[in-house]
Each structure stands twice: as structure tokens, then as C-alpha cells.
């Protein structure tokens, strides 16, 4: 069913990983803010979700980049 | 292998922390004075609590021994599990799922579920998700028995009248069911907190020491680069029999993590006990955390043992992390590793049990058996369901022994539904023409998919999921499209663009909720 994959690159494997991590980034910035704070005590910046959720995609991305 | 005699102050420190957490989970027995205090934990849990307790939930001591014997086999891989094969989804849960679960008020996923389709789905999953917790908890109990006897000398059996009394078993049962069984919620959350410390201390250690006998992580990888060149890539070719890149990818990055994270009554609890709605986003969102660092203290340890001892060979591989803490840990270390062990087993067992119990008590009998009864009764029957769910585990985990690798035997017969449960829940949330009569083609269309595979062809099970996941999802779309869409009004509240936080709205859905799913 997925035989055909072995002809494809390794790499290609750490490509689609990177893109995933990418994509959830960039998808995360753009949530409103008003739905990121919904609730929220204070809106300081460290309560803000798409910076949190940009910095773990980095640290993803820099884990798959080394290994 | 040779026994790991603990003794002296290791014996001493093992033996405290097993008496302390059940102290401190049974303190928080006075909060608990109605069902929504003993399911929810009264809707107080900051996210810093939610996030450690939904780590102590998902990693268990069955992962510790399961991860670091991947490793030894396979390499570097096996901490898919803990990067993208959580992390995305993690975060995907937080700002995609959790809001809507967190507006609707509701206790469980499947009751979610029931109010966006309708009652059967809402049991279907409740019954899956419970015989796989009972699964599980099977697992955890087997395991613990063995922990206790390895180094504890706790015997596996007794003989009494020619019945077979499995003490480790039950000692395990006995220390979860006291503070699980008063406390709810709020004392597995607590203790939570504490047992993912212990596990970091205890895990980090044992690691750093490893590391230090090989000359650093320089030392760990010059010696796995010439003797396992294969164990320090992170992707393996797509006709792996484990874990083909391919399975890694699409089954468990873009499947059964996903599903886990959304869907999983276990972890999405913590989230629902939390103060507010931010609370519940940020609690799961920072549980990427811990969970990055995860491999550190699972994956490292199996990857040391192959550099220090290349020559475990068969089922030994599995028992590379013990052999570790043997080879390693001086006298009063190894009580403290023991005891991270411990942690990790007793904060899933106690989540599990938990989670369990709400799903039964919440989705069964309040929906089906005693729709009106105070809130003192449903807790009362919560208790009770708390009680049973350990008894049934205690009688179920010997019958785990059938299985050869603890850790595969419980994703593969997780990978059989969760791929189905993901697509109906993200189609139920984000697609307003998703109807019942589709759902309930999807799920059923996608287990026996799940089930097809399963039987008739030898694949990896991250296949199960994604096919299972793929045909739930294409199902449920196209007889969707060819049916009645459901009732704006049925859905307002649970979907997307219409979510409404204005208090006529949450006081329907509370309403629907009261009157068990129905309006």
C-alpha cells in the first residue's frame, strides 16, 4: 500500500518534518488575538500562546536539523 | 538478568515516597464535596499544574523500560514519539480543540461527541475508550508487579488455597485506590505534580551518569557512530518493519498523535478541570515542555546501555534500562531512580483510573441509568466506578503476560480506533455540515477498516492509523454530503464560527447537558 515510498529519498522524510513544524508555526501566528487571550488575566506578553507555540516549532526544527 | 538488590537507604527512600503520595493525594479529599469537585477538581487547576499533571499522565514506567528498549534496538527513531510525534499535535490541541471542548462545559470527549452527533457515537466511544483504559490499566498493573518483585523482592504471587495472589498487584492498587478513590481529580492532579519531579530528578541522573561513563555526549556518539552507525539517524527507511519513515510521518505525526492529544479522555480532563479558558489552552501548551525533553530520560538511557553493552540480545533489550540503573546507580541513587519509576507508573495508573471512572459514570450511567440524582449521588457512583475500574485491572493484568512487548501491544490496539475517533471529532468541530448518519458511517466504516488491517495484512501498526484515519474521514464526508444537515440550533456552541460565549447559549448547553445530551 505504501510500497512505493521505498524509491523516495530519506531525506525527504526530514523535509516533511520541517515543513510540518513550519506550518504549525505559521498557522499559529495567525490565530486572532482576542481568541489567544480569551480568558486571560493580563495580556502580557509571556501569555501569548503563538509566541510559545512558535518557540517549541524552533526548538523542533533545530532538534531535526542536528540529527 | 540479575536481580537488583535495593536495600539499605534505597529500601528507606522507595518506601517513604511510596507512603507519602498517597498521604498527600488523600489531603485533598476535604476539597471534594460534589461531582464536578471530584471530576473536575471543581474547575480551579492552574495551567502550570495541568501541564505537569498531563506529563505524569502520559508518560508511565511501561515507557521508561518500552522507550529505552526501542532504543536499544532501533536507535534515535523512538523519540518520535516524544517530538513530532507530539509536540505539533500538542500545540494543535491547544488553540484548535481544547477551546471548544472548554466552551461547551462538558466533562468527557465523548459526551462532546454525543452532543455534536448523537448518543450512540457519545457510548461507542466511551465503551472503546474504557475497554482500552481497562487495557491499559492491565498493562500498568502487570508492570508494577514486576517492578515490585525486581527489586523490591516483592514476591509476583502467593499461593492462598491454591489461588494465585498477585501481592505486587495489589499493593500498587491499594496505594493508587486510597487517594484516587477520595480525591479525584484534583489529589491525581496534585500528586501529579510531584511524581513528574521525581521522574526528572531521578531520570536526569541516571543519564548524566551514563554519560559521564562514556566520556560525555561526544564519548556516546563516537561509539554508537562505529559500532550502530543506523541508531543515531532519526528516520529509517520505508520498509522498516517498525518503524518505517513513512508510518512515522503520516500514522503517528499526522494521525495517532494528533488523536492522542485531542481526543484522549485521559489527557483532555486535566484541561477541563482548569480556572479558565486560557488556563486550559496554556496547560496543554506548555506541556511541550517536559515532553521535549522527554527522550532524555527514556531514549538517552537505551541509547547508553548500547554503548556501554552491545550485547543484549532478544527479549534482554527490553530490560536495557534496568540494566542500567544496576550497572550505574551506587547505593542511594538507585532508590531515587526506583522511586522515578514508581512515579511514572502511579501518576498514569492514577490519571487512567480517573478518566476511566468519569467517562463511565458521566457517559453511562448518568446518560442512560439515573439521568436526575444529586450531585452527592453522581459522586458517590464515581467513587464506586473508581473502585471497580481497579479491580478489573487487578484481574485483568495477568492476562497482559499473552503479550510479548507491553509498549506495542497497547498502541497497536489504540491505532484500531483512535484514527476514526480523530476524523469525526475534527470534522464535528470544524465542518458544520458533518452530520450524524456520516459519523457514525465514518467510525464504524474506519475501525473496520483498522480491524481489516489488522487481521489481514502484517504492516506497521502507524498504517492502522492512518488508513483507519483516511477512510473515517472520507466516509464521513461523503455520506455527510449525501444526508440532511443537523439543525443549526444542535449546533450551536460546538462548532466553528458558531461558538458563542453569551450566557443564553452556555446556559442551553448547560441545560443539554443536565438533561443527558438531549434538548
Known amino acids: 500500500m505504501m510500497n512505493w515510498t521505498t524509491d523516495v529519498y530519506l531525506a525527504v522524510a526530514k523535509w516533511i518534518s520541517l515543513a510540518t513544524f513550519v506550518g504549525v508555526a505559521i498557522w499559529a501566528v495567525f490565530r486572532p488575538k482576542a481568541f489567544i487571550f480569551e480568558d486571560a488575566p493580563t495580556t502580557r506578553r509571556w501569555r501569548d500562546l503563538r509566541i510559545w507555540s512558535v518557540l517549541f516549532m524552533i526548538v523542533q526544527i533545530a532538534i531535526y536539523l542536528s540529527l | ?519
Open chain 2, 1 to 519: 538478568m540479575e536481580q537488583i538488590n535495593i536495600h539499605g537507604i534505597d529500601f528507606f527512600i522507595v518506601i517513604a515516597y511510596m507512603m507519602a503520595i498517597p498521604a498527600f493525594g488523600f489531603y485533598f479529599k476535604r476539597y471534594v464535596k460534589t461531582d464536578q469537585d471530584y471530576f473536575l477538581a471543581g474547575r480551579m487547576l492552574p495551567w502550570w499544574i495541568i501541564s505537569l499533571s498531563i506529563i505524569g499522565t502520559n508518560i508511565g514506567a511501561t515507557d521508561y523500560v518500552g522507550a529505552a528498549g526501542g532504543a536499544y534496538r532501533f536507535g534515535f527513531t523512538q523519540a518520535h514519539y516524544e517530538w513530532i510525534g507530539a509536540i505539533p499535535a500538542v500545540i494543535l490541541s491547544a488553540l484548535l480543540f481544547i477551546p471548544y471542548y472548554w466552551k461547551a462545559g462538558i466533562y468527557t470527549v465523548p459526551e462532546f461527541l454525543g452532543r455534536r452527533y448523537n448518543q450512540l457515537i457519545r457510548v461507542v466511544q466511551t465503551v472503546l475508550w474504557g475497554a482500552f483504559m481497562v487495557f491499559l490499566l492491565g498493562q500498568f498493573f502487570w508492570a508494577s508487579g514486576l517492578m515490585l518483585e525486581e527489586y523490591l523482592g516483592v514476591p509476583l504471587t502467593i499461593d492462598i488455597f491454591g489461588v494465585p495472589v498477585y501481592i505486587g498487584i495489589i499493593l500498587t492498587a491499594l496505594i493508587i485506590g486510597l487517594y484516587t478513590i477520595s480525591g479525584g481529580l484534583a489529589a491525581v492532579a496534585m500528586t501529579d505534580v510531584i511524581q513528574v519531579l521525581v521522574m526528572f530528578v531521578g531520570g536526569i541522573m541516571l543519564s548524566v551518569l551514563g554519560l559521564w561513563a562514556l566520556g560525555g555526549w561526544s564519548g556516546l556518539i563516537e561509539t554508537l557512530s562505529v559500532t550502530h552507525p543506523d541508531h543515531l539517524r532519526l528516520y529509517l527507511p520505508a520498509d522498516h518493519p517498525v518503524y518505517p519513515w513513512p508510518g512515522v510521518i503520516f500514522g503517528l505525526a499526522f494521525v495517532a498523535s494528533p488523536a492522542w492529544w485531542c481526543c484522549n479522555q485521559a489527557i483532555i480532563q486535566r484541561t477541563l478541570g482548569a480556572r479558565s479558558e486560557w488556563d486550559a489552552k496554556a496547560g496543554m501548551m506548555f506541556s511541550a515542555v517536559p515532553k521535549t525533553l522527554i527522550p532524555v530520560i527514556t531514549v538517552l538511557p537505551g541509547l547508553i546501555a548500547l554503548a556501554l553493552n552491545p550485547n543484549l540480545v532478544g527479549a534482554d533489550m527490553d530490560k536495557a534500562y534496568p540494566w542500567l540503573i544496576k550497572t550505574l546507580l551506587p547505593t542511594g541513587l538507585a532508590g531515587l531512580v526506583f522511586a522515578a519509576f514508581i512515579a511514572a507508573l502511579i501518576s498514569s495508573v492514577d490519571s487512567v483510573v480517573n478518566s476511566a471512572a468519569t467517562l463511565w459514570t458521566r457517559d453511562l450511567y448518568q446518560a442512560w441509568i439515573v439521568k436526575k440524582a444529586s450531585s452527592r449521588h453522581y459522586l458517590l457512583v464515581g467513587r464506586i466506578m473508581t473502585a471497580l475500574f481497579i479491580v478489573i485491572a487487578i484481574f485483568i493484568a495477568p492476562i497482559m503476560t499473552r503479550f510479548p512487548g507491553l509498549f506495542v501491544a497497547g498502541q497497536a490496539m489504540l491505532s484500531l480506533f483512535q484514527g476514526p475517533t480523530f476524523a469525526i471529532t475534527l470534522l464535528g468541530i470544524y465542518w458544520r455540515r458533518a452530520n450524524t448518519v456520516g459519523a457514525v458511517s465514518g467510525l464504524f466504516g474506519g475501525v473496520a477498516i483498522a480491524v481489516f488491517l489488522f487481521f489481514k495484512m502484517e504492516i506497521s501498526f502507524f498504517y492502522y492509523s492512518w488508513w483507519s484515519f483516511v477512510g473515517g474521514l472520507i466516509i464521513t464526508l461523503v455520506v455527510s454530503a449525501l444526508t440532511r444537515p443537523e439543525s443549526t440550533e444542535k449546533l450551536e456552541g460546538l462548532v466553528y464560527g458558531l461558538v458563542m460565549s453569551d450566557e443564553e447559549i452556555q446556559s442551553r448547553l448547560a441545560g443539554r447537558a443536565e438533561s443527558g445530551g438531549e434538548e
